[in-house]
């Protein structure tokens, strides 16, 4: 009995060991589940305090250009491309833009309208509905720029902008678009990227002058469409491609990668300068220039007969050339006078020609300064640079003299290392020569252009030929010459300069001038009235430069391009429409004015122009656009799309 009492008690505690094991583990079950509960609550107020990410990417997305709001990306496109003439998906495919691409145009684009700027032509509208009025599509993607091929897009313009985490979800069986959440947060925010890069590319930059110091173009530009490519096979944007084998921790972190953009626009505009500054090593140009009487007499009568002024000052040439104004101001009395020459062969011929004159200085650099006593000092180097190449006391210049102007005034100009060197080196109280600058707009009619000649060759008609010319000349600027006699319209400033107070951005500009017919363009007799109604066929630009009396008391000087003056090698810059307007004055004879504006039937009585001239994404080069409206007797409107000009 004592034996089976024992057996049955250890029974009954291996039974109540197996019980309370049990009981145990159900414990420990119910301890987990507590605790996976916990942490998914926890997950989900770190989700809460996230923003919720979850309602983030469902939340409203707001249209690039006007507050409408759409719940899907694509229906929102479809928005933009009928109402904005922006197609998204039709940009994205013809210019081949990556998931990066696509991320830097919406935030470009947000930034533009933020501006009251047009996304396309860069021309900024007085308020937000002008520039809904104003939008239109891309004339041509031929080699288009993209002006958002900067990094600094990468930082989204609105903090938390849906749009840009779901621009590629309505696109379906596209695997090159995708990139993880990971590289969709570290891209949004600019805290993710190295403090070392940043660092990195500050350092660099610095030795390209950045736009804030010396007003040259940014110093890692709008790269060109060759320059995308080129980028593309190494890079995106500064990430490593999203090729085979690429990752998304490579995509942000590689820090080596991160300066190849930067890189190449260095060497782009290092190139650009190279050949630049090489163009003038010839001596041809210099005396094309020199040759050119309107020019050199006006910078001989601004030094020579303004001896207050000259005698005994410290002057600096910017861009010296051959060294004609160095000379210049050394016959009138400068008591030194710095000439700064990028181009190596033509710093040595203008040391060389000082020299041979008597007038080049020992402080000269190269070998013609030995046993030298004049007051001409040549350096070689670029005027951003010259810290390096010579020391100049700051705002230690009396005078600061520069023949900087290019075709269309700002074409391949030096204005932006004149106010590098007028804000470095120029005493508060001294003078710049030239003072002041002008651009000037007229209509001019069939006479400035070619189809005239090609009509009658010999006795032959060749007018398909003249044609077809102006129309090409609808998408180039021409520079080229126009007599006075084929202006058609009255004359109006465009833009004007005050280069002793102007800052670097002001050379980006938009104006807006009014034009009417010009009263001796048109003939009143109503009996020839298809002479009455002249037809305008574009708009010229001129510049005058002006040495006025602000320094110049004793001899003020114009310099003057103009097609109502002696010609210059600078010329006329001609932007033609792409058909000619005929205007009037009054309400013509024979027209019923049911016509449209601008036609035969309905001559315009003015004409209303909003011109933008911007330095452009390659250095050196400008881009133009050209709105026109015609304006009929009645108060009618009517309006041509925009034109884009590129000088480069």
């Known amino acids: 009995m004592a034996t089976d009492y024992k057996q049955e008690e250890n029974g009954v505690v291996a039974l109540r060991k197996e019980r309370e094991e049990d009981d145990i583990d159900l414990d420990l079950d119910e301890e987990e589940d507590e605790e996976d ?236 300068n190279k050949n630049y500054f090489g163009s003038y090593s010839s001596f041809g140009i210099h005396r094309e220039m020199i040759s050119d009487k309107v020019r050199t007499d006006a910078y001989r009568r601004a030094i020579l007969e303004n001896p207050s002024l000259l005698k005994g000052a410290v002057v600096m040439d910017v861009g010296c050339g051959t060294g004609i104004l160095s000379l210049f101001a050394a016959q009138a009395g400068a008591s030194r006078v710095i000439a700064v020459e990028a181009s190596k062969k033509m710093a040595s011929v203008a040391a060389q020609v000082a020299k041979d004159n008597g007038l080049l200085s020992s402080e000269s650099s190269g070998e013609a300064k030995h046993h030298c006593t004049g007051k001409i000092e040549v350096v070689q180097a670029m005027v951003e640079e010259l810290e390096n190449a010579k020391r100049i006391k700051p705002e230690s210049v009396d005078v600061l003299l520069s023949e900087w102007m290019g075709y269309c005034l700002l074409y391949e100009s030096m204005l932006s290392s004149v106010l590098y060197a007028r804000d470095k080196w120029l005493k508060p109280s001294g003078a710049i020569l030239p003072d002041t600058a002008t651009i000037f707009v007229a209509g001019f009619g069939r006479g400035g252009t070619s189809l005239p000649f090609w009509e009658n060759v010999y006795g032959f008609n060749m007018s398909c030929i003249g044609k077809e010319v102006v129309e090409d000349a609808a998408q180039l600027p021409l520079v080229d010459t126009i007599d006075g006699c084929d202006i058609v319209t009255e004359t109006q400033v465009l833009q004007s300069f005050d280069l002793v107070t102007m ?146």
């Open 503 to 648: 800052k670097h951005q002001e050379m980006d500009f938009t104006a807006k001038v009014e034009l009417a017919p010009k009263s001796d363009a048109l003939v009143d007799d109503p009996a020839e009235l298809s002479s009455k109604m002249g037809k305008c066929h574009g708009l010229v630009l001129w510049f005058e430069t002006g040495f006025t009396k602000r320094f110049c008391r004793e001899m003020p000087t114009i310099l003057s391009t103009s097609p109502n003056t002696p010609k210059t090698h600078w010329s006329q810059t001609i932007l033609t429409f792409k058909e000619p307007i005929t205007m009037g004055k009054g309400k013509q004879v024979g027209s019923d004015g049911s016509g449209a504006v601008g036609s035969d039937a309905c001559p315009a009585g003015r004409l209303q122009s909003r011109i933008s001239i911007v330095r452009g994404a390659q250095h050196r080069s400008i881009d133009i656009s050209m709105e026109i409206s015609a304006i009929g007797p009645d108060g009618r409107r009517r309006s041509w799309p925009v034109q884009m000009f590129k000088m480069e």
């Open 37 to 272: 509960q916990q942490n998914w609550e926890d997950w989900n107020e770190e989700d809460d305090e996230d923003g919720d990410d979850e309602n983030f990417y469902d939340s409203e997305m707001l249209c690039l250009f006007c507050d409408s709001l759409y719940t899907c990306s694509n229906l929102l496109f479809q928005h933009c491309a009928s109402s904005h003439h922006f197609d998204f998906n039709a940009i994205k495919k013809i210019l081949s833009l990556d998931f990066y691409g696509c991320f830097k145009l919406i935030n470009y684009i947000r930034f533009q309208v933020s501006e009251k700027t047009c996304w396309c032509c860069r021309i900024t509208c007085e308020s937000k509905q002008e520039l809904q009025h104003h939008l239109h599509e891309v004339a041509s993607f031929e080699n288009y720029k993209l002006p958002w091929d900067d990094d600094k897009y990468l930082t989204p313009f609105m903090e938390e902008d849906p749009l840009l985490y779901s621009f590629g979800d309505d696109e379906e069986g596209e695997d090159d678009g995708y990139v993880p959440e990971k590289v969709l947060r570290d891209v949004g925010s600019s805290e993710k990227v190295s403090n070392d890069d940043n660092c990195a590319i500050e350092q660099f930059s610095s030795k390209l002058k950045s736009p804030l110091e010396n007003g040259e173009w940014s110093s890692s530009p709008e790269s060109d469409i060759k320059t995308a490519n080129l980028l593309e096979k190494s890079t995106v944007n500064g990430f490593v491609g999203a090729g085979e084998g690429a990752s998304s921790h490579q995509k942000v972190k590689d820090r080596q990668l991160s300066l190849s953009s930067a890189e190449v626009a260095a060497n782009e505009i290092k190139d650009i």
